[in-house]
């Protein structure tokens, strides 16, 4: 088994695999009597309205987009829905940079399209107020950059629904954590403390429609009612065999059966997890982490 081919085509190959439409499984499809669907936590069935449709309609485009830069109407509106998101204390700690042309899109993220925006988790603003001000102000705690985490993929996936909702494709990836991190400071101008970017977001048309919807767990183990719920053996043996339902569409991958593997979790186990595994040590994350002064400044 070539499991260095593998990896490199998973995703293309899923892309063109048929399917049906399984974004919250079968349970979940829209009654297309009622216009309503069964929540994953089996409560009552909701109505159908333009945002669920959105919604229920997302999907990743794997792979570059065409190269089509999106309407600047659309980007403006875009980008004031995403800075709409719940932040905490209403301090929006994060930097959106918007990224237009290509070769930086691939050299920032691995992929191209329509537009680019990098999503940091960012306390130079709000430093820089107090600074203004006169007030003492250090934003470099782990709790801040947690807090700015969030705050940052609030933002971003609600940048995601609304292009949707534009007609507009996006695929969020972690590729700004590949390769020599250091290449975002030089090629974004980023500051160097309190700046880190935590997800990029690529935005645009499809080169071609996805065959298929990705589909999601939506039983045991995903929503807990009260308290909760560790799986039984039986539960984690039913959850194995989701994955290995292929036309649920639940994995990455829809040959690992071909490639030997009695489950495809075994796959994702022995392929996947660890790819890009790291020499021992401490990770570049922790050390571009301290560096920014979030993590481990040891504050008095
Ligand atoms: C944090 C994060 C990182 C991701 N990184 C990548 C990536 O680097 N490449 C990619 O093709 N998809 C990436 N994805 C997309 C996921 O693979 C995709 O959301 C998932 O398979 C479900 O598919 P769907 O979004 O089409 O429903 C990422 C998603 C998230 C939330």
């Not at 930097?95 to 988790?121: E, F």
């Not at 102000?137 to 609030?154: K, Q, R, S």
């Not at 039984?232 to 065999?241: A, G, Q, S, V």
Request: net charge positive.
């Amino acid at each position: 088994m070539n499991t260095k081919s593998h990896r490199r085509t998973f995703l293309k190959r899923g892309a063109v695999l048929g399917g049906g439409l399984l974004l919250l499984g079968p349970k979940a499809q829209p009654s297309r009597a009622a216009g309503a669907e069964t929540n994953p936590a089996g409560g009552a069935a909701s109505p159908a309205n333009e945002t669920l449709q959105t919604i229920r309609s997302l999907r990743t485009i794997h792979g570059n987009f065409l190269d089509q830069p999106l309407p600047e109407s659309a980007l403006q509106t875009i980008l004031q829905a995403s800075v709409r998101a719940a932040n905490a204390s209403n301090n929006q700690s994060y930097s959106i940079i918007v990224v237009k042309d290509r070769k930086r899109m691939s050299d920032v993220c691995g992929y191209q399209g329509g537009c680019l925006l990098v999503y940091c988790a960012d306390l130079n603003r709000i430093q820089a107020c107090a600074e203004a001000l006169g007030h003492p102000y250090d934003p470099g705690t782990i709790e801040n950059f947690v807090t700015a985490t969030i705050n940052t993929l609030l933002a971003a996936q609600t940048a995601v629904i609304v292009a949707r909702s534009l007609g507009i494709d996006s695929l969020l990836t972690n590729g700004v954590h590949r390769g020599d991190m250091e290449r975002h400071w030089t090629l974004l101008d980023l500051p160097r403390t309190h700046c880190f970017p935590v997800i990029a977001l690529v935005l645009g048309y499809p080169t071609r429609e996805p065959a298929f919807k990705k589909g999601r767990l939506t039983g045991a183990g995903v929503v807990h009612n009260e308290k909760y719920h560790r799986l039984t053996r039986k539960e984690t043996d039913e959850i194995i065999r989701e994955y290995d339902d292929m036309p649920r569409h639940l994995g990455l991958n829809e040959d690992w059966a071909a490639a030997g593997y009695k489950h495809y979790l075994d796959w994702f186990f022995e392929e996947w997890v660890g790819r890009n595994k790291q020499p021992p040590g401490e990770t570049q994350m922790l050390r571009l982490l301290k560096r920014s002064g979030f993590v481990e400044p040891q504050k008095t």
